[in-house]
C-alpha cells in the first residue's frame, strides 16, 4: 500500500527565507510523487510531479522538489518566500498507472512580513 | 475550457436524505476520482475509476456509492447521509500525470 508523511501541519516562515516542506512516501513499486498548492475556498493546483524521469523537479512559482530514493523523500523548497505563497501544500504519491492517488495530510505555510 | 465541474458547490442535507454529486470533466481524461477533505486529515480517496464502466473503493469507501456510465462523469451518491458525512468533496481527473480538482462541494449534514 502507498502512503505518504509530511512533517509538520504548520511551517512559519519570513518573507524572503527559504521555504521547505517535508514529505516522505511508502510505495512498493516505483512511484509518481506530486506536490499540489490549496489557497482558502479553493481546489487543488498541481505545483510540480516527479515520474521517474528527472530526480530535481521544477514547478510553477519558484518551487522545486528532489525525488531520493535512498531516503524516501520528495521535499519541497523555494529559495525565496513571497507572501502569495501562503497556502496549504500536500503531497500525493501514486503507482506508474496513476490509478490511484493517495494524499498527506497537507501542510500550512504561513509567510511573515 | 471548463476542465472539472462539480454540482452542486453547497448542500445542507438532513440526517438519512440521499443525495448525488455530479461531476464533469472536459479534458477526455481517463481516470476519475472522488476526494473528502476534513480538517487535519488532507484528502482521503473514496472511491475511484479507471475508466468508463469501472469503479473501485478508495480509503474511506463506506457510505457512499460511485457511477461511471459515461467516459465524462462520475457521480457520487449518499443512500442515507449521517453527520459524520459533513465534509468538503472534491472531484478529479487524471491522464496518468498528475490530477486536475474541481473547485470542491461543501456539504453539510444535520
Known amino acids: 500500500a502507498q502512503s505518504v508523511t509530511q512533517l509538520g501541519s504548520h511551517v512559519s516562515v519570513s518573507e524572503g527565507a527559504l521555504v521547505l516542506l517535508r514529505c516522505n512516501y511508502s510505495?512498493?513499486?516505483?512511484?509518481?510523487l506530486f506536490w499540489y498548492v490549496q489557497y482558502p475556498n479553493q481546489g487543488l493546483q498541481l505545483l510540480l510531479k516527479y515520474t521517474s524521469a528527472a530526480t530535481l523537479v521544477k514547478g510553477i512559482n519558484g518551487f522545486e522538489a528532489e525525488f531520493k530514493k535512498s531516503e524516501t523523500s520528495f521535499h519541497l523548497t523555494k529559495p525565496s518566500a513571497h507572501m502569495s505563497d501562503a497556502a496549504e501544500y500536500f503531497c500525493a504519491v501514486s503507482d506508474s498507472s496513476a490509478s490511484k492517488i493517495i494524499f498527506g495530510s497537507g501542510t500550512r505555510l504561513s509567510i511573515r512580513p | 475550457n471548463a476542465g472539472v465541474t462539480q454540482t452542486p458547490k453547497f448542500r445542507v442535507l438532513k440526517t438519512g436524505q440521499s443525495m448525488t454529486l455530479l461531476c464533469a470533466q472536459d479534458m477526455n481524461h481517463e481516470y476519475m476520482y472522488w476526494y473528502r477533505q476534513d480538517p487535519g486529515m488532507g484528502l482521503r480517496l473514496i472511491h475511484y475509476s479507471v475508466g468508463e464502466g469501472t469503479t473501485a473503493k478508495g480509503e474511506v469507501p463506506d457510505g457512499y456509492n460511485v457511477s461511471r456510465l459515461k467516459k465524462q462523469n462520475f457521480l457520487l451518491g449518499l443512500e442515507s447521509a449521517a453527520p459524520s458525512q459533513t465534509s468538503v468533496y472534491f472531484c478529479?481527473?487524471?491522464?496518468?500525470?498528475?490530477?486536475?480538482f474541481g473547485q470542491g462541494t461543501r456539504l453539510t449534514v444535520v
Open positions: 478529479a481527473s487524471s491522464s496518468g500525470t498528475g490530477a486536475f
Open positions: 510505495s512498493s513499486v516505483p512511484p509518481y
